[in-house]
């Protein structure tokens, strides 16, 4: 999958600020498919709802703590689905514990990206992630 302005992103964070840091430099960035959501039970709506339309999600940027669903979970959901096993998935997330990259890693995160976030890692860990 190349990297392009036509990539197809969700943003999932509770944080209306996070959301609109992340979306500020993507769209900076020359991207035009962004979609957000501030849950991971809406965010796994709108992957099935953008898979029905036959335009799928093809790129998943996370926080690892929300309400109801937290992207740990929404992870494990991606991960364990037939559908969307094989989208890119990087946590952005303030927890930088060893536990926490861990539980992750055994999930099969394609990357972890500690808060405040810097545009080059977030850029190259998009690339690494989509090429992979």
């Given at each position: 999958?190349a990297?392009s302005?036509n990539l197809?992103i969700?943003?999932?964070?509770?944080?209306?600020?996070s959301?609109?840091i992340?979306?500020g430099v993507?769209?900076?960035?020359?991207f035009?498919?962004?979609?957000?959501?501030?849950?991971?039970?809406?965010?796994k709506q709108i992957?099935?709802?953008?898979?029905?339309t036959?335009?799928p999600?093809?790129?998943?940027l996370s926080?690892?703590?929300?309400?109801?669903?937290?992207?740990i979970?929404?992870?494990?959901f991606?991960?364990q689905?037939?559908i969307f096993?094989h989208?890119?998935?990087?946590?952005i997330?303030v927890?930088?514990?060893i536990?926490?990259v861990?539980?992750?890693?055994?999930?099969?995160?394609?990357s972890?990206i500690?808060k405040?976030?810097?545009?080059?890692?977030?850029?190259?860990?998009i690339?690494?992630?989509i090429k992979?």
């Amino acid at each position: 999958m190349a990297l392009s302005a036509n990539l197809k992103i969700l943003i999932v964070d509770d944080s209306e600020i996070s959301i609109g840091i992340v979306k500020g430099v993507l769209k900076r960035k020359g991207f035009k498919q962004i979609l957000t959501s501030y849950n991971g039970d809406e965010a796994k709506q709108i992957l099935q709802a953008e898979y029905d339309t036959g335009n799928p999600v093809e790129l998943i940027l996370s926080d690892w703590e929300m309400p109801r669903l937290k992207g740990i979970d929404l992870l494990n959901f991606v991960r364990q689905s037939n559908i969307f096993a094989h989208i890119p998935f990087i946590m952005i997330t303030v927890n930088n514990d060893i536990e926490h990259v861990a539980e992750a890693i055994s999930l099969g995160i394609s990357s972890y990206i500690v808060k405040p976030i810097n545009v080059e890692v977030l850029m190259r860990k998009i690339s690494d992630s989509i090429k992979s």
